[in-house]
């Protein structure tokens, strides 16, 4: 998959992936969408995001969880 909002950049936060090499990572974002807050709450609290970062933001992440094998813990 091709990311056009993403950047990972050894010299910039330590190489974790952020959006469009700003210092706002892809994992703040996901975390805020995941907490309930709107995409207008997003934007508002970064105002140097675009709608399609937060977009993006969420297809990375998706494709990351795929691509890994994470162990879960059976609770029944």
Request: charged share 25%; proline share 5%; aromatic share 4%.
């Amino acid at each position: 998959m091709h990311y056009t909002h993403i950047t990972i950049q050894a010299d910039k936060m330590g190489g974790v992936p952020c959006i469009r090499g700003l210092r706002i990572p892809v994992a703040t974002v996901v975390a805020m969408v995941a907490d309930g807050m709107s995409n207008e709450e997003i934007l508002q609290a970064y105002p140097d995001l675009e709608l399609e970062d937060i977009k993006e933001s969420l297809r990375f992440a998706a494709e990351a969880v795929r691509e890994r094998v994470l162990p879960l813990v059976d609770v029944a």
